[in-house]
């Protein structure tokens, strides 16, 4: 699993490149994004960037998105943004809208845009994770944060972050229940569905979960097979499908609030992705061919389309299918 978390960070960084090479900037600026808080039900709140639906209508990148919930005891974070700038707004939020102690703080992976807020939190509150991201920090934090500085940009806050272990871990497949007074909130590992360490948030009372980047975003965004696993990865976003009921809200992890039906876009592209590939890999063809074959015209409009689709997702398709 590390070696597959490494890998996708070199990925990405071939990646972002490709994406922000015209522009030579970031796909977003931490330094310029402007949160907003939604409230979806009684203390429970969606957080995301304030231009995140026009960008989201033109297939264009977003910021990072989050959320908070609200209990008697406290307040749990969802995701801690990438520099003191974000996560201070998030504290800010928190305040405004509760103003009671953040007695958890949650991230639904290791990106550096989930998490690295984590070392601004109060010295109360507890950090839980994914056991394969404590081991990504505590192994490649250095090479994370210069990936990050590479592709975010300098002077983004990123040179001043420091490591920060988290208080609770949570292992493959793992389940755990938080009680917040009146707010019973769940954090669940569906299994690979990025990267590896993917943690969903649910908080049944108001039936909200927060997906984290397995879900980037609503239709056109498409998934991105970072660390590979296709089969795996379309299994655990089947398996969220199946767990959400209709009427849920859905937070994903670079966008506003959506339907589960939404998800249904994702998965219906990655059983393309998936029969396409298999038949190429059948009739025999090379990477290079099936990549040159597998176009999925009907998946179009996502800004990023050009090097998710052909860059990461095809190949690592081929490769999860080839080894079957």
């Avoid at 969606?46 to 297939?59: H, M, N, T, V, W």
């Amino acid at each position: 699993m590390k070696r597959n978390i490494i890998t996708a960070a070199l990925l990405a960084t071939t990646a972002f490149g490709a994406a922000t090479a015209t522009a030579n900037e970031p796909v977003w600026d931490a330094n310029k994004v402007q949160l907003i808080s939604e409230k979806l039900d009684d203390g429970v709140y969606a957080y995301y960037p304030s231009d995140a639906k026009e960008l989201e209508s033109k297939g264009l990148p977003v910021a990072t998105s989050g959320g908070f919930i609200v209990g008697d005891k406290g307040v749990l974070i969802i995701d801690t943004m990438l520099n003191k700038r974000l996560n201070m707004q998030v504290q800010g939020m928190v305040k405004a809208e509760a103003n009671k102690p953040i007695i958890y703080a949650v991230n639904t992976s290791s990106h550096g845009d989930h998490s690295y807020g984590n070392m601004y939190l109060p010295k109360e509150t507890k950090i839980i994770q994914h056991q394969e991201t404590q081991d990504y920090i505590d192994e490649h934090f250095e090479h994370d944060t210069q990936f990050m500085m590479q592709n975010f940009g300098k002077n983004r806050g990123i040179e001043e972050v420091l490591p920060t272990d988290a208080d609770i871990l949570v292992g493959d497949g793992g389940k755990i229940t938080l009680d917040l007074g009146g707010k019973m909130v769940e954090i669940m590992d569906f299994g690979f569905a990025q990267t590896g360490g993917d943690l969903f948030i649910w908080e049944p009372e108001s039936k909200t979960m927060w997906t984290g980047n397995p879900i980037v975003a609503v239709k056109p965004s498409l998934p991105w097979l970072l660390g590979g696993h296709l089969l795996e990865t379309l299994e655990s976003l089947q398996e969220v499908r199946a767990f959400l009921p209709d009427d849920a809200t859905v937070i994903p992890g670079h966008g506003s609030p959506m339907t589960p039906d939404d998800i249904q876009w994702h998965i219906d592209y990655l059983e393309a992705v998936k029969t396409q590939v298999q038949t190429a890999i059948d009739d025999g063809l090379t990477l290079q061919e099936t990549v040159a074959k597998v176009q999925l015209p009907e998946f179009t409009g996502y800004a990023l389309r050009d090097w998710v689709h052909p860059g990461l997702n095809v190949p690592a398709a081929y490769k999860d299918l080839s080894a079957k």
